[in-house]
Each structure stands twice: as structure tokens, then as C-alpha cells.
């Protein structure tokens, strides 16, 4: 631009803008955090968590302060026609969070969009094989995590996951976990943990756990733990997390160095604040 003081003048509006907007959110985020937790959120949170009302109220309280800032900083796409709901955005804010509890946390600083299908959805990605030759896969996923910070989840899985919160199974917990993973820099099964000591110890356990998943899965053995852990130590991650808040019992008895380490990661544990849920399974229609 030839006139300096045209291009000053355009410069300096553009930042008196933008330092405007960041003060409007910042004004915006104070507001929102002030203000209490809707009885609504309330009512969805103990429908979609059913442990809710047996957590310590300081667990309790954290739980509700996450969700408003999730809430707050995520922005929610509806796909293929679906209208996002405030229970769809409730329901899948308070499993997420459930992730942060009790200890240090960047609030899944990377997620900004979560895309939401009514159910499983088709994506198809560039394979390269180990000569090198390029080709297209195709799958059919109930949820997706992308290390841009992408969430992808099918609505009928989320609720599939909150109808029976004591199977082991829950799209939404395994998703967040890839994103945790992700903060370390690459989904690689080694989330960031709270010191460097403690990466030795996570390391030789999880690889032994990881192993011994792949024996049970080439054998047909069962185990607490999804088979498709079994498939890459980034999904062992996710698959163990899964477990560890929807049947830490189980897992506890049958993988207790397994448990422990995930205790530490989560500093929460499970087993304090989950009285046996008996699965909620839909009444029969009786024949007539």
C-alpha cells in the first residue's frame, strides 16, 4: 500500500477489532461461569451420568464447572439433517468431562468442532501399505478423532452408550480419551502425565496389557477390555479408559497394574462412586 497513513490507520482498526471481540468473549466467559448451573443441564447430567448423585459434591461441583466451559468453548454440528438438540450437547459434554476430574487439565484446548451424525457414519481414508502403494478405504464408525482437533460421533451410539452405562462401551469417553492422547503431540497411547518418571512405569505396563489384549484377541479368549484395543496402543488407550469409568470393578480385578496406572493418570477413582447399575434394558412387549 503507497499511503502509509492508510495502511496505519487500516492496521489500527483491525486491531482495536480484534482486541474488542477477545474483551466481548472474555466479558461473555465471566458472565457464563458466574452464573448457576441450569437445572435443565442438571436434570440431563444425572439422566446421561447415573453415578452423578454418588460422587463427592467437590467431584460434583468440578463435573458442573467443566461442562459450562465445554459448553461454553465447543461449538456443535449437526450432519446429514440432524438438528443438535441441548441434550445432545449436554449429554455428550458431561461423559467427556468426566475425563478432567481431579486433575490438571487443558479442557481438550484442541477440540473446537464437534460434528454430530444421527447414526454410524461412512469415512473413507488414504491407506498406504508397506510397499507403498496408496489406496482407499472405507468404514463404517460410530466415532472418529482427529489430531486437528476434529470430534466425530453418532448420536445413536452416544445414547447407546448412556442407556447402558455399565458395558464397557462408550463412544463418547473413548473419542475424548484419543484427545488427551493427543496433547502429548501424536495419538500414540501416551497421554501427557504429571511427571517425567512416570512414563517408564505406563510404558512397560501398558505394552505388557497391550500384548496380552492382541494374545486373548488372536486366541478368541474374552476379555473386559473391547478386542479393537487390540488393533493399535493409541486405541488400547482409549478402549482401557472406557472400562475404567464403565466397569472399573472388573477391570480393577482382572488388570489391577492396569487400574492402578490409570488411577494415577485420572486421579479419580471409579469404584468410590459407582453402586452396581444394573444395565437398563428396555421392557419386552408382551405377546397378546
Same mark, same amino acid.
Given at each position: 500500500?503507497?499511503?502509509p497513513?492508510?495502511?496505519?490507520?487500516?492496521v489500527?482498526?483491525?486491531?482495536?477489532?480484534i482486541?474488542a471481540?477477545?474483551?466481548w468473549?472474555?466479558? !461473555?466467559?465471566f458472565?457464563t /461461569?458466574?452464573?448457576?448451573f441450569p437445572?435443565?443441564?442438571l436434570?440431563?447430567?444425572?439422566?446421561?451420568?447415573? &453415578?452423578?448423585?454418588?460422587?463427592p459434591?467437590?467431584?460434583?461441583q468440578?463435573?458442573q464447572?467443566?461442562i459450562? /466451559?465445554f459448553?461454553?468453548?465447543? /461449538?456443535?454440528?449437526?450432519c446429514a439433517?440432524?438438528e443438535v438438540?441441548e441434550?445432545?450437547?449436554?449429554t455428550i459434554a458431561?461423559?467427556?468431562?468426566?475425563?478432567l476430574?481431579?486433575?490438571?487439565?487443558l479442557?481438550?484446548?484442541?477440540?473446537?468442532?464437534?460434528?454430530?451424525?444421527?447414526a454410524?457414519f461412512?469415512v473413507?481414508?488414504t491407506v498406504?501399505d508397506?510397499?507403498?502403494?496408496v489406496s482407499?478405504?472405507?468404514?463404517v464408525?460410530a466415532?472418529?478423532s482427529?489430531?486437528d482437533g476434529?470430534?466425530?460421533l453418532s448420536?445413536?451410539?452416544? !445414547?447407546?452408550?448412556?442407556?447402558?452405562?455399565?458395558?464397557?462401551?462408550?463412544?463418547?469417553l473413548?473419542? &475424548?480419551?484419543? !484427545?488427551?492422547?493427543a496433547e502429548?503431540g501424536?495419538?500414540?497411547g501416551?497421554p501427557?502425565?504429571?511427571s517425567?518418571?512416570?512414563y517408564?512405569?505406563?510404558?512397560?505396563?501398558l505394552?505388557r496389557?497391550?500384548?496380552?489384549?492382541?494374545d486373548?484377541v488372536? &486366541?478368541?479368549e474374552e476379555?473386559?477390555?473391547?478386542?479393537?484395543?487390540?488393533s493399535?496402543p493409541a486405541e488400547? &488407550?482409549?478402549?482401557?479408559t472406557?472400562?475404567?469409568f464403565?466397569d472399573?470393578e472388573?477391570l480393577s480385578?482382572?488388570h489391577?497394574?492396569l487400574y492402578?496406572?490409570l488411577l494415577?493418570?485420572?486421579?479419580?477413582d471409579p469404584?468410590e462412586?459407582?453402586?452396581k447399575?444394573a444395565?437398563r434394558?428396555?421392557k419386552?412387549v408382551?405377546?397378546t
Open positions: 500500500m503507497r499511503d497513513v492508510l495502511f496505519s490507520v487500516i489500527g482498526g483491525l486491531t482495536v477489532a482486541v471481540m477477545w474483551g468473549r472474555q466479558y !461473555q466467559w458472565r /461461569r458466574r452464573a448457576p437445572e435443565k443441564w436434570a440431563l447430567v444425572r439422566k446421561s451420568v447415573p &453415578f452423578y448423585d454418588h460422587m459434591s467437590e467431584l460434583q468440578q463435573l464447572a467443566h459450562t /466451559r459448553l461454553f468453548e465447543k /461449538r456443535f454440528v449437526g439433517g440432524l438438540s441434550e445432545m450437547t449436554v458431561a461423559s467427556a468431562c468426566l475425563l476430574l481431579n486433575r490438571p487439565t479442557h481438550f484446548r484442541n477440540v473446537r468442532w464437534i460434528y454430530l451424525y444421527p454410524e461412512v473413507r481414508h498406504h508397506v510397499a507403498g502403494v482407499s478405504e472405507e468404514g464408525l466415532g472418529e482427529w489430531s476434529k470430534v466425530i448420536w445413536d451410539d452416544v !445414547q447407546k452408550s448412556v442407556y447402558d452405562f455399565n458395558d464397557g462401551r462408550n463412544v463418547v473413548h473419542e &475424548f480419551a484419543h !484427545q488427551l492422547d502429548s501424536s495419538m500414540n501416551a501427557l502425565l504429571r517425567r518418571g512416570a517408564g512405569s505406563w510404558a512397560t505396563i505394552s496389557e497391550f500384548n496380552s489384549l492382541r486373548h488372536y &486366541f478368541g476379555s473386559v477390555l473391547d478386542s479393537y484395543g487390540a493399535h488400547f &488407550f482409549a478402549v482401557a472406557e472400562s475404567f464403565e472399573p472388573t480385578e482382572e489391577p497394574a492402578n496406572e494415577a493418570y485420572y486421579q479419580v469404584r462412586w459407582r453402586p447399575i444395565p434394558r428396555v419386552p408382551e405377546e
